[in-house]
């Protein structure tokens, strides 16, 4: 089955500071990948998504790009915000069934 | 659109208990899934359903059941609550590929 190793952390930044949250992956077929976000005491909500090799999935000023001959999807923004703490989980989506990882808590400091 | 509703918010029960966490979603999606959240494991999948009448285990099923009779309601029942079920239930629903999308979860506590 398809599953998702992803850096656990805590993450904890300086505001301004860049970010990188590895997350990597294995699955069958050509699965989509996602990177949803949940804020304290809520669900979980989409933050970007890529569909195929090579495609840059963006939002918010998060990046992360489709990489299959390293089977990765590494989540980056340049310059993180308070409003960005938050546990980002890594998704790999095939057939069916959508498959996370641990989540890793990013908490940004002013 | 409500989205995908989940009641209820919280719940306290009893060992052995029963009880059924209610899900429904509005969007016509055809896929729909329950996942449990627990510090330190992430989400894990505990059934999955493609359409009305079809439904599937995933990677935790055991001590709960499910039913699609409608493709907007998918309920998960616990048969006889334990305390290892304590935990934050998320139900999710998507169509194809597309972006799936969460409910606001329900928190349980089994004393």
């Known amino acids: 089955g398809n599953s998702v190793t992803q850096m656990e952390g805590p993450v904890t930044l300086s505001e301004e500071a860049f970010l990188t949250i590895n997350c990597t992956y294995t699955?069958?077929?050509?699965?989509?990948l996602f990177w949803y976000v949940q804020y304290p005491g809520e669900g979980l909500q989409l933050l970007l998504k890529?569909?195929?090799?090579?495609d840059k999935g963006s939002n918010k000023g998060f990046e992360a790009t489709y990489r299959k001959e390293t089977t990765s999807f590494h989540l980056e923004k340049g310059s993180v915000q308070v409003s960005d703490s938050a546990v980002y989980f890594c998704g790999v989506g095939s057939n069916y069934k959508l498959t996370f990882g641990k989540g890793t808590l990013l908490t940004v400091n002013p | 659109n409500a989205g995908v509703t989940q009641t209820p918010k919280f719940q306290v029960l009893k060992t052995g208990q029963s009880m059924t966490l209610q899900c429904a979603q509005d969007m016509n999606h055809e896929y729909m899934s329950w996942y449990r959240q627990d510090p330190g494991m992430g989400l894990r999948l505990i059934h999955y359903s493609v359409g009305a009448g079809i439904t599937d285990q995933g990677e935790v099923p055991n001590g709960y059941n499910v039913s699609r009779s409608t493709t907007e309601d998918f309920p998960l029942r616990l048969l006889s609550a334990a305390p290892s079920q304590t935990s934050v239930y998320f139900c999710a629903s998507r169509t194809g590929q597309e972006t799936q999308y969460f409910g606001p979860g329900t928190r349980l506590l089994v004393l």
């Open positions: 699955a069958t077929g050509y699965p989509s």
């Open positions: 890529a569909t195929k090799a090579d």
